[in-house]
């Protein structure tokens, strides 16, 4: 999988927005954003993906700009719960596995 | 929530013995994926199946082996475990045309002792 840039660590008030941002300068057009979290010693999540449109479902927003270099997951009502890490990844055809990178490790605090 | 389970979730196990992970969906799904991750570290895949009797070796070289003989069934075994082999073994699910939106077990931690 291609890189992506995301900070490493972010904190938000536990109620408001979290928004985390992604950078993937690189990716092509055939190739879809994906969002991913890891909780602590659990097994990781999906959480949403997209090709060019803007995308919501029961868990998260995904806005990705127009010339699709970056995108921002956001969590509109941030739960202690929602503490992890969480990673950004683009892939299109051929990939099988998912590979993250270092993620940015969200904390909500209370 | 997806419907993929595994077992054990943890396992002690002496140098040497032979260990099967296991690991079944209900989802019916088509792939399924292990994956091996240490604490804090990049997951990496070690095998996948499209299908029942498909297998295929991960990014990640890995003295494990699998099968698929029934499509919610996807289990690995270790002939002769090591400490080398102690980690966090995750397994995953997905079905569709695209295979990255991937449902994950909560995995078994194995230490080899």
């Known amino acids: 999988d291609a890189k992506t840039t995301q900070p490493p660590s972010m904190d938000c008030a536990e109620g408001r927005a979290a928004n985390l941002p992604c950078n993937h300068s690189t990716i092509s057009g055939n190739e879809y954003v994906y969002w991913y979290r890891q909780i602590h010693s659990q097994g990781p999540q999906y959480i949403i993906h997209g090709l060019k449109n803007n995308e919501t479902n029961e868990m998260a927003s995904l806005i990705i700009t127009e010339d699709r270099k970056s995108s921002t997951l956001i969590l509109p009502h941030a739960t202690l719960r929602d503490t992890a890490v969480y990673y950004c990844?683009?892939?299109?055809?051929?990939?099988?596995?998912?590979?993250f990178g270092k993620g940015t490790h969200l904390i909500i605090q209370p | 929530e997806a419907d993929i389970y595994q077992t054990p979730r943890y396992l002690v196990i002496g140098t040497g013995k032979k260990i099967t992970l296991e690991c079944s969906q209900t989802?019916?799904?088509?792939?399924m994926y292990w994956y091996q991750q240490d604490p804090g570290m990049e997951l990496h895949l070690i095998h996948y199946?499209?299908?029942?009797?498909?297998?295929e070796k991960g990014d990640l070289s890995s003295e494990s082996t699998v099968s698929r003989i029934r499509t919610e069934h996807f289990p690995l075994t270790l002939e002769s475990a090591r400490p080398s082999h102690t980690s966090q073994y995750l397994c995953?699910?997905?079905?569709?045309?695209?295979?990255?939106?991937?449902?994950f077990g909560p995995g078994t931690r194995l230490t080899v002792t």
């Open positions: 199946s499209y299908g029942v009797n498909s297998t």
């Open positions: 990844i683009f892939l299109g055809g051929g990939a099988d596995g998912l590979t």
């Open positions: 989802m019916g799904h088509d792939k």
């Open positions: 995953a699910s997905s079905g569709g045309t695209l295979s990255y939106e991937q449902y």
